[in-house]
């Protein structure tokens, strides 16, 4: 059965674990030369699920012991890989339904290899020599549809941006206020956030530390800039000069975010195209002189879809300019150069702020 048949036969409710363990094992065995052999032991006498020996004309063997899983969130990773170990095997397999980009990151950092139904796959052996590394789907098909998902909505992406522009520690009842929701709901956000490993928490206490660049592009996955807004495509005449000139001097709130706020922080030139929110792009383009267009344009006024994006902000040359967070956020969802600036942004955001007394 393909891939493609096996997740269409599904109707989003994830296989059985011996429908992954039978699957796994085979794109394992088409990975490997047609011309080794293999030989599959279910249901060991150790802490596997299963081990496959793998045998050169050679006369080279490997045995691999794996472990299959549900699901795997990337906080339990050093614990399955520990278990995993104890198993007497050259080298040690993690099989799911689906595994997240970084669970995929934690089990390589932890030398466990792994193969998950989407295409994910990864499988480092010494002896015989094997490096095999594919990359496949990054989303679920059994996530639940993204209008239920927690990340979309304008009260998580106030909680994000709460812990982003914040200083640790921070308390469920502080986010919930600055998102104007219940701690109920900001509890189970954590909740996700620290099995991520987005966020770093005491038991049942505030939350500590806070990994900025993981946080951000994972709610860059969910919030999707060029979905999430409704965007105006606009000429000012005097190009994006005038235009920054025009909105400068009109004292209208607004935001300039994506690459033009990558400019500014990173003190680079501008792009051809300046992108910032406002409040009725229509109203402002008329105060800018500037003049809808289908093709060529230098102005792009969005009109949000929740205020959050004017939180924030900060002024530099008579400018207002998004939050950091929110252009870091916003970059990743642009077509490139994009998200390589959101990633050289990133770079400084990859150490996690933390309060130090708390850890």
Not at 121 to 136: A, C, E, K
Not at 248 to 270: I, M
Request: with cysteine; glycine share 6%; proline share 8%.
């Amino acid at each position: 059965m393909s891939r493609v048949t096996l997740l269409s036969d599904m109707n989003n409710n994830a296989p059985s674990d011996n429908i992954v363990l039978r699957q796994a094992v085979e794109q394992i065995q088409r990975s490997l030369p047609s011309h080794w052999t293999t030989n599959v032991a279910l249901k060991t006498n150790d802490v596997a699920d299963a081990r496959l020996t793998i045998k050169t004309p050679a006369g080279a063997t490997a045995a691999l012991a794996i472990g299959a899983r549900r699901q795997l969130d990337p906080r339990l990773v050093s614990e399955t890989a520990g278990t995993l170990r104890t198993a007497a095997a050259d080298a040690f397999v993690v099989i799911a339904p689906f595994l997240g980009p970084r669970t995929r990151e934690r089990l390589a950092e932890e030398g466990i290899g792994y193969v998950d139904l989407c295409g994910n796959m990864r499988l480092v052996l010494d002896r015989p020599t094997v490096f095999i590394s594919t990359r496949g789907d990054e989303s679920s098909p059994w996530a639940v549809p993204r209008s239920t998902r927690s990340l979309h909505a304008p009260k998580a992406c106030r909680i994000v941006r709460a812990l982003a522009d914040g200083d640790p520690p921070f308390g469920v009842r502080q986010l919930a206020a600055s998102a104007g929701t219940d701690p109920g709901y900001v509890s189970r956000l954590l909740d996700l956030f620290h099995r991520e490993e987005l966020i770093e928490r005491e038991p049942r206490g505030p939350i500590v530390a806070v990994h900025l660049a993981r946080l951000l592009r994972r709610w860059a996955e969910d919030y999707a800039f060029g979905e999430a807004h409704r965007f105006v495509a606009l000429a000012h005449p005097h190009g994006v000069p005038g235009a920054l000139a025009r909105l400068r001097d009109a004292q209208v709130p607004h935001a300039v975010t994506a690459r033009a706020g990558a400019a500014a922080l990173s003190g680079t030139a501008l792009p051809g195209v300046v992108a910032a929110y406002v409040d009725n792009p229509e109203r402002v383009a008329a105060i800018l002189g500037a003049e809808p267009v289908d093709a060529g344009a230098n102005l792009l006024l969005i009109d949000p879809f929740d205020p959050f994006v004017f939180e924030g902000t900060w002024e530099t040359s008579g400018l207002r300019y998004a939050a950091r967070a929110q252009i870091i956020a916003d970059l990743l969802g642009c077509p490139p150069p994009g998200p390589a600036q959101a990633a050289s942004l990133l770079e400084l955001a990859a150490v996690p702020v933390a309060n130090a007394a708390a850890l």
